[in-house]
Every structure is written in C-alpha cells, then in structure tokens.
Nanobody, 117 residues
Framework: QVQLVESGGGLVQPGGSLRLSCAAS????????LGWYRQAPGKQRELVAA???????NYVDSGKGRFTISRDNAKHTVYLQMNSLKPEDTAVYYCNAQRTTIARDFWGQGTQVTVSS
C-alpha cells in the first residue's frame, strides 16, 4: 500500500519559515519525480516545486529564491523549505510522487499552511 504522509504545516507570520516533509512508503522512492503542489480556496491546484530522480529541480515563479525542494532517498522523504513566507502562500500543500513510465501518480492528504499576522 502506497502512503505519502505530509507534516510540518501550520500558522506562521509573514516573513517566517516552514519546512514541510513528506514521508513515502510502498514505492521505489528513488525512481519517482516528487513534487509539492498547493491549493488555495477558490483556486486551482498548482505546482510549487518538483525534483526528479537525478536531483534536478523546478519551481513556480513566485517561489524562486524563497523555496527549496530536496529529497533524501535513504529516508524516503521529500522536503520543502519555505522562507520569507507571504500571505499569498496560504494554501493546503500536497505531496506528489509520479512515475510516468509506469503510469503511477500518488498524492498525500495535504497539510495546511497559513501565513498571517
């Protein structure tokens, strides 16, 4: 059974930082593209950051310079370090694991991030 379990969300003041974690089980973790998505109320889910099996990364424009995605294949965990948080970063953040060659696509349950004073 595949599980992606996010943690690390919460309430933070503008300018603050959070580190999200997503622990995966039931997949060959090192072969998957891992991503963090977010969905704010009334908006579509959007890709925030992704990292492939080789360690290459890409980010949403609004997150460049503030967010860092990383992976620890030994711990089967992907991280999203978020700095200089803004109110517009408020959303539910979801972890995703994809392996398109075998049509596998898995999601976590989401973790709430609220940026407010």
């Amino acid at each position: 059974q595949v599980q992606l379990v996010e943690s690390g969300g919460g309430l933070v003041q503008p300018g603050g930082s959070l580190r999200l974690s997503c622990a995966a089980s039931g997949i060959t973790f090192r072969l998957y593209v891992l991503g963090w998505y977010r969905q704010a109320p009334g908006k579509q889910r959007e890709l925030v950051a992704a990292i492939n099996s080789g360690g290459s990364t890409n980010y949403v424009d609004s997150g460049k310079g503030r967010f860092t995605i990383s992976r620890d294949n030994a711990k089967h965990t992907v991280y999203l370090q978020m700095n200089s948080l803004k109110p517009e970063d408020t959303a539910v953040y979801y972890c995703n694991a994809q392996r398109t060659t075998i049509a596998r696509d898995f999601w976590g349950q989401g973790t709430q991030v609220t940026v407010s004073s």
